[in-house]
């Protein structure tokens, strides 16, 4: 029964843990207290998430939500600084110096019926098992049992329509609240930090879910702004907040300029996009995500073309 736990101890699996010492490794931003009926949406960057995009959708919710830093983790035990260096960079003349950040931050967003404790980060080079650690102390602190992670994955669909989203869930009642199917996976191979969280945090019991966002993989430079439009959307059909889409939208109509105009200087990349039209309106499953093990190597014969896409874009955003 969930209001009792072992040795006849009351209250939820997070109350329980609560009052425990947090780990060493979480530095408090803000006042860390239980929370109400929190929901962890969390993203990192890597190898759930190589553009960043459901990232950047996460940081976008914390714009238009208001949210406030709570507390963020040592980067130190979990990084190899060789592998991703810091950056330093001038603030009112004096040098500063950024390291590798994964932030908790809180929100109370109109229409919600919890708090939204929202998790941006990069994902660490070592001890992942502790790092999981460190984030269930502070759900514990918070009284959070509930979590979503977003994810963004390259597939064979074109960048001019709606991107699909799919689920991944514990508990059936995420399928009624995204309104999507949550079919029992079979993929075996590699996985990033995503996977492991979901699973530790699945193994205590807590419910847990991922929503990935299909993305385009030739458009693989930087952020995707029509990504981050489906996942906002879903977020606030399962939360019934109603988050202003307004400056992704902006955001969308330049990105997708800069595509179409290389894509009216190559025949054969506006024809490869249209096979993709073709395919997703003709309700076909999308080409499997090309970086997943054990999905069909290279790139379409179109590469170098969309090489060129790339380019342009990355120049693009340089001149910026």
Not at 42 to 54: K, L, P, R
């Amino acid at each position: 029964m969930e209001g009792t736990g072992p040795a006849g101890v009351a209250g939820t699996p997070a109350e329980r843990g609560r009052g425990r010492m947090m780990h060493g490794a979480l530095r408090p931003l803000g006042d860390i207290k239980q929370l109400r009926d929190p929901v962890l949406l969390a993203g990192f960057t890597g190898f759930t998430d190589a553009t960043g995009s459901a990232v950047s959708t996460i940081g976008y919710l914390a714009e238009q939500w208001g949210a406030e830093a709570l507390a963020d983790i040592d980067p130190e035990p979990f990084y190899d600084f060789t592998v991703q260096r810091p950056r330093v960079r001038l603030e009112e003349g004096e040098r500063v110096i950024d390291w590798p950040e994964n932030r908790f931050m809180v929100a109370s967003p109109k229409g919600a019926d919890h708090d939204m404790l929202l998790l941006i980060g990069a994902e660490p080079h070592l001890r992942w098992r502790t790092f999981t650690g460190v984030v269930e102390s502070l759900l514990r602190e918070v009284g959070c049992t509930t979590s979503i992670t977003l994810g963004a994955q390259p597939a064979g669909v074109p960048h001019t329509r709606p991107l699909p989203v799919s689920l991944s869930a514990s508990h059936p009642e995420f399928e009624q609240q995204f309104s999507l199917k949550a079919p029992a996976s079979r993929y075996q191979g590699q996985t990033g930090i995503v996977g492991v969280l979901n699973l530790h945090l699945r193994s205590l019991g807590w419910r847990n879910a991922s929503l990935w966002a299909m993305a385009p993989h030739y458009l693989t430079i930087g952020p995707n702004p029509n990504v981050g439009t489906s996942l906002v959307r879903l977020v606030d059909h399962g939360f019934g907040t109603s988050t202003s889409l307004t400056g992704l939208e902006e955001q969308a109509q330049q990105f997708d300029e800069q595509v179409a105009e290389v894509m009216r200087e190559s025949s054969d990349a506006a024809a490869y996009v249209r096979q993709l039209e073709e395919q997703y309106d003709a309700n076909q499953p999308p080409l499997p995500a090309i970086s997943e093990p054990g999905a069909p190597g290279g790139l379409p014969p179109t590469a170098d073309l969309l090489d060129d896409l790339e380019r342009f874009l990355r120049e693009q955003r340089d001149s910026d």
